[in-house]
C-alpha cells in the first residue's frame, strides 16, 4: 500500500471544483456502469452533471466531497441524506457515487472519502448508510463491506 494519503485532502466540493467532478463522474460512468449496465447513459455526467453538482453544492441535504492531491481532484464521493417515510420511518444517508482515479487506489483515499461521508451522515442525524454497487462489481461488493457496510438486500433484473 502506497503513503500517498498524506498528501491527499478530503474536502466538501466547491464551485470551482464542478468540472473535475463532472471529469470524475464521467470516468467512473466509463469503468462501472459502461461495462456492466447497458442502460446507463455513460455521456450523462457530460450532459447533465454540471448542473446536478451545481444544484448540490450549497444543498444540506447533499454531500459532494473531492479528494484532492497538490490541487489536482483525484477522486470523488457523493451522498445524500433523506427524511424516513412512514413504512420506513429512519433518515437515510445515500452514498451514490464514489470514484478514485487508478492510479491512486491503494492509497485509502477510498477509505478516507467513506469516513467523511459516514461522519456528515451521523451529524445529519442519519440512522443508516447505503450504498449500491453492482453484483458483478466483486472489487466494489469487498471495498464497501471493508468500510462497514453489509449486505442488505438485493435487486433482481430481467432485460426485457
Known sequence: MS???DQVA????????IPALVASSAALFA????TRDA????????????????????DPARLSLVADSEGE???????TVAEGSAMRPAKIATLHSLYVRPAH???????????????????????????TAYAANADAIRFYERNGFAPHTLTLGQSL
Request: charged share 25%.
Open 105 to 131: 487506489r491503494g492509497t485509502l483515499t477510498g477509505a478516507r472519502l467513506v469516513e467523511a461521508f459516514l461522519d456528515w451522515a451521523r451529524q445529519q442525524g442519519a440512522q443508516v448508510a447505503e450504498v
Open 3 to 5: 503513503d500517498h494519503h
Open 39 to 58: 442502460t446507463v447513459d455513460i455521456n450523462w455526467p457530460l450532459a447533465e452533471g454540471a448542473e446536478r453538482f451545481a444544484s448540490g453544492i450549497d
Open 31 to 34: 469503468e462501472d456502469a459502461g
Open 73 to 79: 481532484v483525484i477522486g470523488h464521493l457523493v451522498g
Open 10 to 17: 478530503v474536502r466538501r466540493a466547491h464551485a470551482e471544483d
